[in-house]
């Protein structure tokens, strides 16, 4: 970081524009070659987990570290397949149909996360919309107690639980019961981190989409209890301690990248684009960080910026901007070399703030 990059510069968006213009297309073969490897390494090695006393004749002590190790490297597997759900928001409505489909038939509903669940993420990059209240992906965390914080890094290990339970018993409710449909719809079909939030009805075709979807988690569902009820029946319980374990995994690695991905200064109310863009974190060395946020999450305040840049141009992006920006650019502001250290001050303005107009909801 430049040691003459300062807040109150002014920072130019059309020579920022100017810079990373020819970035703006995505390559098909990239999307496809990365998410399509990592998902079927991530199947291949979740069934090997599931049979290894089929085929390990070693030591048990030797059968539990192959165990915990692979667990591991599948979590991370399914992790970066994970993120593609972001990427399915933002390229173009009306591209990438296939793949669409594809990711959803392979992740999405078999990991009870069907992208409807993600359209709320468009508002997250509409500057009218980001850090107010109808930002369902941002919490005034410096208003908020600490224990915010510990309750959002743990809760995940109840989603895999909550997912069953809305794809199974709620979305089958809502078919029958119109009114409980909708709302279901507004307030428990979003990943959201704002408890409080609720997502806008479905336009008509949008509906099609979500039922479409959601009937997929519910046969999937089915089908899988069936499975494990009859021929699996021997294997389900560690079936089902794998499954819920790796889902749950996934889930806590994602907030907490999640959470260190911003800074999380705002109040609820407006933020002008400056303020917006120091909200958001760069990770720019290469390594762990690629671990922890892959799939372009590394440069998240290049993403703010310049939203339809595809997640492989990202670090070129940044890469351009550091080069080529004034000394004094704010963007320079945005990054950070330690995700521990973002996590560090994230717990450390927890709760830092009083507002006489804010409301503490929580603790």
């Avoid at 224990?147 to 809760?155: C, E, K, R, T």
């Avoid at 960080?289 to 305040?301: C, K, L, S």
Wanted: a positive charge; proline letters at 5%.
């Amino acid at each position: 970081m430049s040691n003459t990059a300062s807040a109150t510069a002014t920072f130019s968006l059309t020579q920022a524009r100017e810079i990373v213009s020819d970035l703006y297309t995505p390559n098909r073969w990239i999307y496809w070659l990365d998410y399509g490897i990592t998902i079927a390494f991530a199947h291949t090695l979740f069934l090997a987990l599931a049979t290894i006393t089929f085929w390990f004749d070693g030591p048990k002590s030797w059968e539990w570290t192959l165990l915990g190790i692979g667990y591991l490297i599948d979590i991370l597997l399914y992790y970066r397949a994970s993120i593609f759900i972001h990427e399915l928001t933002h390229l173009r409505v009306g591209t990438f149909n296939a793949f669409r489909v594809f990711w959803n038939a392979t992740y999405g509903v078999p990991l009870l996360v069907p992208s409807f669940l993600y359209f709320l993420h468009l508002d997250h990059h509409r500057r009218k919309c980001y850090g107010t209240r109808e930002d369902g992906e941002y919490v005034a965390l410096e208003y908020m107690s600490k224990w915010y914080i510990v309750l959002f890094l743990i809760a995940p290990l109840l989603l895999p639980a909550l997912a069953v339970l809305r794809f199974l018993v709620l979305s089958s409710v809502g078919w029958l019961i119109p009114p409980f449909r909708r709302q279901i719809h507004r307030a428990r079909s979003s990943l959201a981190m704002d408890l409080r939030y609720e997502r806008p009805l479905p336009t008509p075709a949008g509906l099609r989409m979500i039922l479409l979807q959601e009937a997929s988690c519910f046969l999937w569902i089915v089908g899988i209890l069936f499975l494990l009820a009859t021929s699996l029946q021997t294997m389900a319980v560690p079936l089902l301690i794998q499954g819920y374990a790796t889902l749950g995994g996934i889930a806590m690695l994602n907030g907490f990248r999640a959470l260190i991905t911003h800074r999380w200064s705002g109040d609820e109310t407006h933020m002008t684009f400056l303020e917006q863009l120091l909200d958001s974190v760069n990770f720019p060395r290469r390594g762990i960080g690629e671990i922890w946020a892959p799939v372009g999450q590394r440069f998240h305040a290049t993403h703010h910026l310049f939203p339809s840049i595809p997640y492989h141009n990202l670090g070129i992006a940044h890469r351009r901007l550091m080069a080529q920006l004034p000394e004094d650019s704010p963007y320079r502001l945005t990054a950070s070399y330690s995700g521990w250290k973002s996590f560090a001050d994230v717990w450390h303005r927890a709760g830092s703030r009083r507002h006489e107009n804010h409301i503490r909801w929580l603790f």
